[in-house]
């Protein structure tokens, strides 16, 4: 969940750099925090294009509540099956984090059903946390189902994936590291999303990953970003697209990558930020091998995946977007 | 409650999980076996590649073929270390409270992850209550996850055995829609069915329509059922169809019982004589272009 765009605070942009990613061509990327399940195979298809080869997607607030538990359990169930599958048919490994998200806290008789159905699916392959967890309007509600996620990532040995209040937001953030640390958990095993200039410094003073949203009007954007990483090193920080259902860009990850080269900063610490540091914290979890995304579609079953094509290899076909001739 | 020996089963898909897990897993495991509760299948379930990593079983030769005595037209060829726990685990419940039974297994069916999904539909024709999953099989066919479709597809005797006729054209529908190796559907040819052979013919002359390919193996399934407009068909297979498609064409003749047919047949004398001579059959027809 990234936001709640109040659309007016949107700016009217302005002609920007024109986008090339040639400079950033043959990098890898991996992009820990993209709502997939809210956009189209386009994205996928741009973003295989762009160099992203694998990618979490956080459990979240789907734009509207749910009512009823048997939407919580589609919901995860479609994050570990169907959104999977459709991720590799463009070569791109999906892993996600599991979790109940801090608005929905605020319903707790759906909130304790939610917590007996989290067991059933944060130990399954390819869950890498439990997340997008943590505060929203900073309710008691919110505080208590934090605090027995927390001991649920605890009990499983799984990373805490942190989303990190709009309002408020610099408290917020203190007080989610806070809880963590009363509750006993590694900072290492914590990454700590949405950060900004007010929050990285001591997010990264106390020993947790600080990820960065690429998000334009309301959080991040990448211009700001350089100048970060130009100010704090590479070390435990990593940058997401958090793209979702509103205006947000699939592309953030390797775009600021692109930015960061032409900005001079090296090849070296571009790869940690944009790749292997979120590959790091999240390997925690046991469940990441980076041999199914280095060598795409090779031992890994999601090769078998022949979906509803008959294409080798599980790709899906592509279509020729300059031509005005459907076939 | 079940349609084979699963006594004997049972105990040789134990001895081969216990053989292919190290000790300390198999202790993990098999204390699941005494717990009744649902909760500890769920997690032990989900659990089982952190358990036992996803290798290809290692087996030899004289327990694989007892087992697939044991169940005939079941396979273990593809399968790995934790989908044969997964399996164990699921052959140790106790059919008994026939509710339970199946409300446990389908509990795990709605929550599966797709590799959960493969174990589960995998072992659908090896559960207790086998006229139970018809619905559950039928569901699983409507799924368009490449993996699932061949678990419930490729050599599986289930869907053989218990799905009824409107349920099996699905499945094999759904195997030409999504390109499926036809060859490797148990039963294919034995449940061919006129209302099947009318669907895909309509199928074919929508592809025809369209300019589209079309799966030469279609026409294996109306072989039995050719009347004058299925023999039109053959006709313009045969007359403009491409190699592959003149070889099933020449193979639908054949296994037909249609005069006609085979009257057609005898103007392709190399083809029939490649029949004969069992050099062309359907595995064997030449690659698509
Ligand atoms: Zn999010």
Redesign the pocket.
């Known amino acids: 969940?990234?936001c709640s765009h109040s659309f007016d605070d949107r700016k009217p942009q302005v002609v920007a750099e024109a986008m090339n990613l040639d400079i950033i061509k043959g990098m890898k990327f991996f992009d820990p925090?993209v709502?997939m399940s809210s956009r189209t195979t386009d994205d996928y298809q741009a973003m295989a294009d762009a160099g992203i080869v694998a990618l979490i997607e956080?459990a979240?607030w789907l734009g509207q509540p749910r009512t009823g538990i048997d939407s919580f359990r589609d919901y995860y169930s479609s994050l570990v099956g169907w959104e999977r599958f459709r991720s590799s048919q463009f070569g791109i490994k999906h892993y996600c984090t599991i979790g109940l998200n801090s608005r929905e806290a605020n319903n707790e008789r759906l909130a304790e059903e939610v917590m007996e159905l989290l067991p059933l699916f944060i130990y399954k392959e390819g869950v890498v946390g439990i997340g997008?967890i943590g505060f929203d309007d900073q309710t008691a509600a919110e505080d208590k189902y934090y605090r027995m996620q927390l001991e649920l990532a605890k009990e499983a040995g799984l990373p805490i994936q942190i989303?990190t209040p709009h309002r408020d937001k610099k408290k917020g953030t203190q007080r989610s590291m806070d809880i963590a640390i009363e509750h006993g958990i590694d900072p290492k095993m914590v990454i700590i999303?949405h950060n900004n200039e007010e929050t990285v410094k001591e997010v990264l003073d106390r020993g947790f990953w600080a990820a960065f949203t690429i998000y334009p009007f309301t959080k991040m954007g990448n211009e700001r970003m350089v100048e970060l990483a130009k100010l704090y090193g590479p070390e435990r920080i990593m940058i997401n697209s958090?793209a979702?259902w509103g205006i947000s860009d699939p592309l953030a990850v390797p775009k600021t990558a692109a930015l960061m080269k032409l900005k001079g900063i090296s090849d070296e610490d571009i790869k940690m930020i944009t790749y292997s540091n979120a590959i790091t914290a999240f390997a925690q979890s046991g469940q990441i091998d980076e041999n199914d995304f280095i060598t795409p579609l090779s031992v890994d079953q999601t090769e078998k995946f022949a979906g509803n094509t008959v294409l080798r290899g599980g790709q899906q076909p592509r279509t020729d977007k300059s031509s005005i001739i459907i076939s | 409650m079940f349609d084979y020996d699963a006594e004997r089963f049972r105990v040789l898909i134990t001895e081969l999980t216990r053989s292919n897990v190290t000790e300390e897993t198999w202790h993990w495991l098999s204390e699941k076996f005494l717990a009744p509760e649902t909760s500890a299948v769920n997690s032990a379930f989900a659990m089982m590649p952190r358990k036992t990593g996803k290798l290809p079983i290692a087996i030899n030769h004289e327990l694989w073929v007892e087992i697939e005595k044991l169940k005939p037209g079941f396979t273990l060829e593809g399968w790995t270390i934790d989908r044969i726990g997964r399996l164990c685990l699921l052959l140790h419940l106790d059919p008994t409270d026939k509710e339970k039974y199946v409300k446990t297994i389908e509990n795990l069916f709605l929550a599966a992850e797709v590799n959960e999904l493969v174990a589960l539909y995998s072992s659908l024709p090896l559960f207790a209550w086998p006229e139970l999953w018809l619905m559950r099989c039928a569901e699983g066919v409507r799924s368009n996850i490449g993996l699932v479709l061949e678990a419930i597809m490729y050599k599986n005797p289930y869907p053989i055995s218990y799905l009824d006729e409107k349920a099996w054209n699905q499945l094999i529908l759904k195997a030409f829609f999504t390109g499926k190796d036809l060859n490797k559907i148990s039963g294919i040819d034995e449940r061919a069915n006129a209302e099947l052979a009318s669907t895909l013919v309509d199928f074919a002359h929508e592809r025809w329509a369209a300019n589209r390919k079309i799966n030469p193996h279609l026409w294996r399934l109306t072989s039995k059922f050719i009347d004058d407009d299925l023999l039109t068909d053959l006709k313009r297979l045969f007359g403009e169809g491409s190699l592959r498609d003149r070889q099933a064409a020449a193979l639908t003749a054949y296994q037909s019982d249609s005069v006609l047919a085979k009257n057609l047949l005898k103007s392709y004398p190399e083809l029939l004589k490649a029949i004969e001579n069992k050099e062309l059959n359907w595995s064997s027809l030449t690659p698509e272009e």
């Open positions: 969940m990234c925090h709502h956080p979240f997008e989303h999303d958090a979702d």
